[in-house]
């Protein structure tokens, strides 16, 4: 059997977290390196990949990603100052983790484009 990564060992409760919001079909919990004073993830509890390995029945799912981020968002305060949503999909973006996730960040001005 693989190697779980460190997210499904977070959603199997192997590795702690702190979660903001759980659900039948994800999880939200917070950067453990935040980039800005709100930092959280959003990730799906089925194992996909990155956004391009996602199948044509996952898109109410993946609805689901961005409409939980947004109501973390109001509840953390941030939904009027503003956020930003990022999906690292790749190497040339960063991408660390092969669990698909939604960063949310939030709580101070970011400049565009990103470095
Ligand atoms: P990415 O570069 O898009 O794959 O982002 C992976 C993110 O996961 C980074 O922002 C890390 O700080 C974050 N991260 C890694 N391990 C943990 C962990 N155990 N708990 C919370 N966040 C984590």
């Given at each position: 059997?693989?190697?779980?990564?460190?997210?499904?060992?977070?959603?199997?409760?192997?590795?702690?977290?702190?979660?903001?919001?759980?659900?039948?079909?994800?999880?939200?919990?917070?950067?453990?390196?935040?980039?800005?004073?709100?930092?959280?993830?959003?990730?799906?509890?089925?194992?996909?990949?990155?956004?391009?390995?996602?199948?044509?029945?996952?898109e109410s799912l993946l609805g689901?990603?961005?409409?939980?981020?947004?109501?973390?968002?109001?509840s953390e305060g941030i939904a009027?100052?503003?956020?930003?949503?990022?999906?690292?999909?790749?190497p040339d973006a960063g991408e660390?983790?092969?669990?698909?996730?939604?960063?949310?960040?939030?709580?101070?001005?970011?400049?565009?484009?990103?470095?």
């Amino acid at each position: 059997m693989p190697e779980k990564n460190i997210f499904q060992k977070i959603i199997d409760r192997e590795v702690p977290a702190t979660i903001v919001h759980e659900d039948d079909q994800c999880l939200a919990f917070r950067d453990i390196v935040p980039q800005a004073p709100v930092h959280i993830l959003v990730i799906p509890k089925q194992p996909i990949v990155r956004i391009d390995q996602a199948a044509a029945g996952q898109e109410s799912l993946l609805g689901h990603l961005l409409m939980t981020a947004s109501k973390v968002a109001q509840s953390e305060g941030i939904a009027e100052s503003g956020y930003r949503l990022v999906i690292n999909n790749g190497p040339d973006a960063g991408e660390a983790v092969p669990h698909l996730h939604v960063h949310l960040l939030g709580g101070r001005p970011m400049q565009w484009p990103p470095g």
